[in-house]
């Protein structure tokens, strides 16, 4: 198991508020007793939950319990029977009778059902609010993970400024540099318009090419460039085009040359040129 790829698929959000089935259920369960990380990672969540939950999480009323009471108390007094006054009777020595009636009282029942309502009350009020502060929870961590995709673009795109930026400080140092040679290799008869240059130090030996207008090869082909001496061609690598022709390609280092050629191969180059497909060459000054 990719234990990394399964903490981060969102089956451990969805098992610890209960949105799995009875198999995914059981496969959790086993992960967790198999994998520390998927464990902790169970553990973490619930703790971040409770945590959200907590940070919004509002205390029923004070008076509550007062109300309550208090609605007991109104109907016990609705139900109350009149108690009858004592009258009084015509001989002074009759002691008059009065009769008590006792008051009616409330069920147990009936006090069973108003705690019920009143438990039942603040538990749907709960579960709307957890369901309420659950999905600003999940909200802002999709909001996180966006603003973390965002950065790592921005990152990409940073890194790719700086090397091009990099790249074109070297290409701006070695067109200051003397002892750098520079070859115009124009079209042949057969490939007439295309240009491209050969930035050479016969002393330390790099060579650079700049593809500046060769038109784009077949996907089975790439162009390779050739350092000729006294008529032998002797490989000096292969150099990509397109998005890369604006900018020099360091090849291979060349010891001696008194000419430069380009010819299209095989992708991967040709341990000898193929002649008749040449595109552009120039010769050494001096």
Known sequence: ??????????????????????????????AIQQHPEVKAAVDAVQLDMEKYVMMYAKRPPVDLKKQIFNKLKQDTVANEPDIPVAQPVADEEEIPVIDYAP????????????????????????????????????????????????????????DSLTAQLHHAQEELTMMKDPAFKWIKMLGTPRHTGNVATICWDPESKATFILAQKLPEPPPDMQYQLWA?????????????????????????DVVNAQAFAVTLEKKGGSPTPTLDQMFVAGKVAG
């Open 228 to 252: 000729i001496v006294n008529g032998k061609c002797i490989d000096a690598g292969v150099f990509a085009t397109g998005d890369l022709s604006a900018s020099m390609q360091k090849v291979k």
């Open 1 to 30: 198991m990719d234990v990394q790829r399964y903490i981060s698929s969102g089956i451990i959000e969805n098992h610890v508020i209960g949105l799995v089935s009875e198999a995914e259920n059981r496969e959790m369960e086993a």
């Open 103 to 158: 008051k009616k009282t409330v069920s147990p029942l009936r006090i069973w059902q108003y705690g019920a309502a009143a438990a039942f009350t603040l538990l749907v009020a709960s579960a709307v609010m957890n369901i309420a502060y659950y999905t600003k929870y999940n909200d802002s961590r999709n909001q996180y993970a966006s603003l973390q995709s965002s950065q790592s673009a921005f990152t990409v795109e940073k």
